[in-house]
């Protein structure tokens, strides 16, 4: 079935856009297709849309704990130890992202933002029913948090710009993989800015929404 691009309520998901993204190095614990960091920077403009629009922005965070032990089977395959969370790279990228103190946050711990987080209820809070997903990679975090916000009957769209990969293979495969699960999840950044442009909520709508708004910062 052919659906709008929003259908309802949307929400901006920017999923690990973290300050180590844009540092240079020779190798890293976790392989970056070409122009990952291009990519990553470009999602500051629908950022930048959907705060315009009245669109709830939401910043997810990949963090692990020094002693690594909240990393179970993810050091099993093709990545090395990252993100720790006495690492300032780490940090959200506050300045290729124009992430604030006031915006939404949820740590995860795990490539799904919905996996032992609460991210669901912040979700429920806020009567979200699209979730616009841009950020990396493409193939694990991205593609995982679709999944589950599949499951979870979210109306889900990745902003294909806007997204990178581990390869551009692999980054490929996701972007089919998740059009295979909702027929026109893959949109480009102009598609989702003129979309989110004319979904802007009224000043009224904007009032009702505040005291929820309040619940996970």
Do not use: W
């Amino acid at each position: 079935m052919q659906r709008q691009l929003i259908e309802g309520r949307a929400a901006l998901i920017v999923i690990d856009i973290q300050a180590g993204t844009f540092v240079e190095k020779d190798e890293r614990a976790i392989p970056h297709m070409p122009d990952y960091a291009e990519r990553m920077a470009l999602a500051k403009t629908a950022i930048n849309g959907a705060r315009a629009s009245g669109i709830p922005v939401i910043f997810i965070q990949e963090v692990h704990r020094p002693d690594l032990v909240d990393f179970g089977r993810e050091l099993d395959g093709d990545e090395d130890v990252h993100c720790l969370e006495d690492n300032p790279e780490t940090a959200i990228a506050v300045e290729q992202t124009g992430f604030t103190p006031r915006d939404y946050l949820i740590k995860k711990r795990r490539y799904s933002a919905f996996f032992g987080t609460d991210f669901e209820i912040l979700l429920r809070g806020l009567r979200v029913d699209t979730l616009l997903l841009c950020g990396g990679l493409t193939d694990v975090c991205v593609h995982y948090t679709f999944v589950d916000g599949h499951q979870s009957d979210y109306f889900c769209r990745v902003i294909e710009d806007c997204v990178a990969g581990s390869s551009i293979e692999a980054h490929e495969a996701a972007l089919r993989a998740m059009e295979y699960l909702q027929t026109g999840a893959r949109r480009s950044l102009d598609e989702v800015m003129t979309a989110m442009k004319a979904h802007a909520p009224s000043i009224e709508t904007r009032t009702q929404a505040t005291p929820a708004a309040a619940i996970a910062h």
